[in-house]
């Protein structure tokens, strides 16, 4: 039961459908917010159900297929899909079963990845290769079945799945306890922090999870108290459910304590507006483009720009923005992140205008590479000043390379500046 409970809401999920939120344009009033967010919780209504549909119809298939049967000892996914066709006289049965599980299995992985994702560029402020992001996520996933079944062999698949599952549970308090003291901060929430009644029965749903979670942990621990003589053992679980309930306190209580949960100001990019030079040189060219990344080296690039640019040259200043929404929904994405760069970008234009600069702005989505390409044809651009951060090696592959796919896209001159 602790099992279908973290494998049907998964925590994980719980970030993921949080950034949902953000991913699409919606008109910033009352009205508007109210309504993306009820319409992000028939999504996230709809998604859940038809999850614990899926498992309700795997108990019902085990009663009603096996139990009834008198086949009791069906306890594994690989004697069921043998079973299946003889009990149920359908050879269509077991390749249902299969396909079912196959989908299964890659709307888990999906949804990992996503979430995965979204961790790693809010909380860690991590921008890697999309392509090693990806290949991280899976290993760290994949690992550890890989190893029980090179260790065990594949007899001990199915108590890893249950394990899988239960630690799944046993994580959901981390997520769901901040996030309920997000929402019911009238500071940070405003007019949509969430009812006193919506917040009882919040805390209600999470004790008993918490409470069941605990009661399993505590019953599973002294069974193996009970048959174990191993002290080191012994000592690991102790040390294990301190550390769990200790971090389940914290949780709770620290956000209490500071009240102030979110900063002030949030950058996604952990930088400030660069000082621009004051002198310029003469002119090149009539239309420049300058791909940024929001890093220091974003004033070495627009200084060799306003070096080739004249009174009437216009600065095409391009970022590509790369976050989950973006990579999703292109242009229509709304999230935080896209509406960051896009102030970003104005105030850079600003900056510039104050100079007698003619600049503006241009937003991409998805691809650095390829976004780069198209925004300078797009807007006719005769130079591309470009920044190199002079990583080589394995770095590449894991920050990803631009330039050589620029440069060698484009019939235009790339002035490669390495601050």
């Known amino acids: 039961a602790i099992g279908i409970i973290g494998a049907t809401v998964m925590p994980h999920n719980l970030y993921l459908h949080s950034a949902l939120v953000q991913t699409r344009k919606i008109k910033r009033s009352d009205a508007g917010i109210k309504r993306a967010l009820k319409l992000n919780f028939i999504d996230s209504t709809v998604a859940l159900n038809l999850a614990f549909l899926v498992n309700a119809a795997i108990l019902i298939l085990a009663a009603s297929v096996f139990f009834i049967s008198g086949r009791t000892d069906v306890a594994a996914i690989k004697t069921a899909h043998q079973l299946l066709s003889p009990l149920l006289g359908s050879r269509l049965a077991p390749i249902l079963f299969a396909i079912a599980l196959i989908a299964a299995g890659q709307s888990s992985t999906i949804t990992g990845t996503l979430a995965g994702q979204i961790v790693m560029e809010g909380y860690l402020n991590l921008r890697i290769n999309p392509l090693m992001r990806r290949l991280l996520t899976r290993i760290i996933a994949i690992a550890p079945a890989v190893i029980v079944i090179l260790v065990y062999g594949e007899n001990n698949i199915d108590q890893l799945l249950i394990f899988s599952q239960v630690l799944l549970s046993l994580q959901l308090g981390f997520a769901i306890i901040p996030l309920i003291h997000i929402v019911s901060n009238r500071q940070e929430m405003g007019t949509f922090t969430i009812k006193p009644l919506m917040q009882l029965t919040a805390w209600l749903i999470t004790a008993v999870l918490v409470y069941l979670n605990i009661k399993m942990a505590i019953e599973q621990s002294s069974t193996i108290f009970a048959n174990s003589q191993s002290v080191f053992g012994k000592s690991i679980l ?39 030079p004051e002198h310029i040189e003469a002119p090149v060219y009539a239309t420049i483009a300058v791909a940024l990344d929001f890093s220091k080296t974003d004033a070495y690039l627009l200084s060799h720009a306003m070096g080739q640019a004249s009174a009437n040259t216009m600065l095409v200043l391009i970022h590509v923005v790369e976050s989950v929404s973006a990579n999703i929904f292109g242009t229509d994405a709304d999230d935080f992140e896209t509406r960051k760069d896009q102030q970003k970008l104005d105030e850079y234009v600003q900056l510039l205008n104050g100079k007698g600069v003619l ?11 390829k976004e780069i390409v198209k925004l300078v044809k797009q807007t006719d651009a005769e130079l591309l000043i470009i920044g ?12 990803g390379t631009t330039i050589e796919a620029v440069r060698h896209q484009l019939k235009i001159p790339v002035l490669i500046v390495r601050a």
């Open 238 to 276: 102790l040390a294990g459910g301190a550390g769990y309930v200790f971090l389940l306190v914290t949780t709770f209580f620290y956000p209490l304590v500071r009240r102030k949960m979110i900063p002030a100001s949030l950058h996604v990019h952990n930088t400030v507006v660069p000082a621009l």
């Open 359 to 369: 600049a503006k702005g241009v937003l991409g989505f998805k691809n650095r590479t």
């Open 388 to 399: 190199a951060h002079g990583h080589k090696g394995i770095k590449d592959w894991i920050y």
